[in-house]
Structures are given as structure tokens and as C-alpha cells.
């Protein structure tokens, strides 16, 4: 192979490259990825230590595609044109990342791609976490899962294995499962972000709420590093619990001001941390607790009215969208719901199908927001379940708060019978949910029945068990 030396990364891969310095960086940059850490950008110092090293200019690029899209093409060109030269590692690193990057991307394509890759590169986990996220925006929890199946016997030890191999897991309902691979996680590195928020998922789905605050609360003195949307990502996480649990609102109010809206303040703050945020207002506001919350999201919303904060994540556009719809921001709301429209037709039909409902999802939530319940049930009914649009990217925990918004339009237009089917098939997946209850009983009172009663006892029982009442 001609040009330049080869060393090995931290894989043990080859690499192209006669400079210390760069292949320091891409180590650093794969411990970044892997720790969720906010000095990603140190990708950036591999590719100046040495132009011409391809695994640092492709790297870079993705880092930019997500940062900096203005300025990717220079590295996917620098990279590009040395790729004669480069490794074999590095070759199939450049095929993968590239196949995410085209204008036109077949997620199909790209999902190949990296499975390729990590066949032949097995202990490569910067590319499974990679491909982790395409299969979380595809929606395709078991396609994840294929592939962490698929490096797991080359990583037996290896730390940061587990907490990838614990997420599709609980996607996928193995709630026992994805436990026992989180704790492996956290027996290897207890300082694990993803193992940690992991085992709180679990915790918060088994409504262990208790136990999952405790544990959070024990370890966020470890995410002071972590990216600024992971850091606000797992205070949520430990909001709703408190939520769910039944826990006094000042609790959740702290977390918002001091853990979510302050993280926004900071200069590095990314888009995604108003995820976090809006995720939080919209579950106070289907609880009817938005009286707590009313002038946290006016500023909110008023901070969305950049358009550099559209587009960057289908959640998010989705959650604007009913903060735009509640606060009566009628012409930003068509603005964005169009511009969704529009990048919507530059997919492939494939996904354009898939995306469609997204867009009825999302034109319901600004229904919703602006208090027309029969245009949102229109859109939704008539067997609306969140948990079939996952192609918006979210989590199931981050989802459940769309059927919350399904419960609520049910009841608040009258349709007492069909809530209590739903609200019942929701309360046999989780019976320890006091707000479930609380809604069932509210049906079962509109409907005339008698075990409203029972219902009732049943939400004073679970609301006593887990923290202090409600203020």
C-alpha cells in the first residue's frame, strides 16, 4: 500500500496515517461517541493532524453532517480522494458512513452497509452505536438487535457493549432481558451513561418509579460530561418518574428549571435538549397541571420561533408543533408542518409512506394543541397505538406520551366508551400507573358505571405507595 505509515486504533484496526496526533484524536472521538461527551468536535484535531488520513475525514464528516453540515463536503472529498490509499478497515468505514450521507439515502442500503462492516470489523463499536441510530429513526429495534447479536462474541468484556445490546432489548418488551444486560453493563463500568439510562428505562416501564429515581439521583454526578441533550435526557427521565410516581410537582419543577432550562442557557446547548423539554410541558399539560408550567412554556416557545431549531429531529418538529398549536402560534406552526411536508418528498417512496403518518401525527398534535379535539380524533382514529411510529424516532417511554394525548381527546370529546377500551388494554400492560386509573375512572363515571369506585381505590392505593402526594 503506498503513502504514509499505518498504525492501529484503539480496535486494534489499521489506519492509515504516520501522525500520533491524529490517531489520539479518533481514539478520543470514539470515547466521546461511546460516553454521549461533548467534545466530539475533537474528530475535527485528527483530520488537521493529518489531511490525508481517510478513517479522520470521513469520521469528520458525520461528526459535521450532525454539527456543521456547511462544511462536510471539504472532508468527504478529503476523504474520498485518498481513499486508493487507504486501509481496508478504513475503506469499509468510508462505504458506510458515505451511504448515510447521500442526499438520496436508502436507509435499507445503509443498514447494509454497516452490517457489512461490522462483519469484517466486528470490535468496531463507534460503527454499531452508527448504526444503533439508523435503526432507531428506521424504527427497527430488531435490526439493532441483529447487529449487536452480531458483534457480541468478539466483545465479551468489552465496556460499553452491554448498555447497546440493553436497548433494543427493552424496545423489543424483553424487560428481563435488557435488566440483566444493563447491570453487566454497569458491573464492567458503573459510570456507563447508556447502561444507566438503560436500567432506568426498565426500572420506569416495571414502575419501579422509586427505585429508578434513587438510582438516577445516585449517579448523575457522572453525566456532568455528557452531551448536553443526554444530560437534560436522563433529568427527564428522573422527572417523569417523579411524575408518574405520583411525587409533588415542586420536584419536577426543579428538575425543569435547574437541570433542563438551564442546560439551555449553556453555549454548547444542542436543539435536541428542547426535546427533553417540550416531552416534560406536554405530559403536565394531558395531566392538567399546565398552570405550573404556563410561563416556562410561553419562553419556551418563544425561543422555537428560530427556524434553526426546526428540522432537526422528527420528535422535536412534533412536539413544536403542539407548543405552537397551545401558545397560538398559528402562522409558525404552518410554517413548520410545511416545511415537514417538504423534506418529506425528497425520500425515498419507501419512506415517504412510512413518513405520512408522522405527518397525520403531527398535524393532530397541533389540533390538539389549539383545543379542535374533533379534528385530532379525525386524524387519529380510529385504532390509534404510538407504539406503531417509531419512525419518528423515539423511544417507546418518549412515545407513551401520544397515547396520553389519545386518552385525553377520547374523553375530553365525549367518547367515554372508546377511552375505556383503550385506557383498560393499557392499564393489563401496566397496571402500576396511577394516572391510568385516574383516567379510567373518569370514563367509567361518564359512562355511568359502578366501578368508577373501584378504579379510584385503586389510584389512591398506588398514589400512596410510591412518594408524597400531589401538591
Known sequence: ?????????????????????????????????????????????????????????????????????????????????????????????????????????????????????????????????????????????????????????????????????????????????????????????????WSQHNFCHVLQYECRFKEAVEFMEEYSPSWGSCSSFMYTHNWWHVAICYMEGHSPISKILRIYDENIWKELQRTDACPEVYLNALGLLLRMYVRGQMGFFRDRLDTLAGHLMDRSNWHVDWLLDLLILWAFGTVKESNKAEDLLNGMKSRICSMSKKKQLSMQRGIKLAEALYAYGRGDLEQAFQLLAPDFDANNFKMIGASDEQLEVFNEVWYSILLNSGRAEKAIEVIEKAIKKREGLPFLWRLLERGYTMANREDAAVASEKAKALEAAYFEPLE
Open 1 to 193: 500500500m503506498e503513502g504514509g505509515g499505518v498504525k492501529v486504533d484503539r480496535w486494534g484496526y489499521q489506519v492509515r496515517t504516520s501522525s500520533d496526533a491524529c490517531i489520539s484524536a479518533i481514539n478520543s472521538y470514539y470515547h466521546q461517541c461511546l460516553t454521549y461527551g461533548r467534545e466530539r468536535g475533537v474528530i475535527l484535531k485528527a483530520a488537521s493532524n493529518d489531511p490525508d488520513c481517510v478513517l479522520a475525514n470521513i469520521l469528520a464528516a458525520h461528526f459535521l453532517s450532525i454539527s456543521d453540515s456547511s462544511r462536510l463536503p471539504l472532508y468527504l472529498a478529503a476523504a474520498e480522494s485518498r481513499l486508493v490509499q487507504a486501509t481496508p478497515y478504513e475503506k469499509a468505514v468510508f462505504e458506510a458512513i458515505s451511504s448515510l450521507l447521500a442526499e438520496d439515502r436508502d436507509d435499507d442500503a445503509a443498514f447494509d452497509s454497516h452490517s457489512k462492516l461490522l462483519k469484517q470489523f466486528p470490535k468496531d463499536l463507534v460503527s454499531l452505536k452508527r448504526a444503533q441510530v439508523l435503526c432507531f429513526y428506521m424504527g427497527r429495534p430488531d435490526l439493532s438487535m441483529v447487529l449487536v447479536e452480531q458483534v457480541l462474541p468478539q466483545n465479551q468484556q468489552e465496556n460499553f457493549i452491554y448498555g447497546m445490546l440493553a436497548f433494543p432489548l427493552l424496545e423489543l418488551g424483553r424487560m428481563e432481558d435488557a435488566e440483566k444486560a444493563a447491570r453487566k453493563g454497569l458491573e464492567i463500568n458503573k459510570r456507563d451513561l
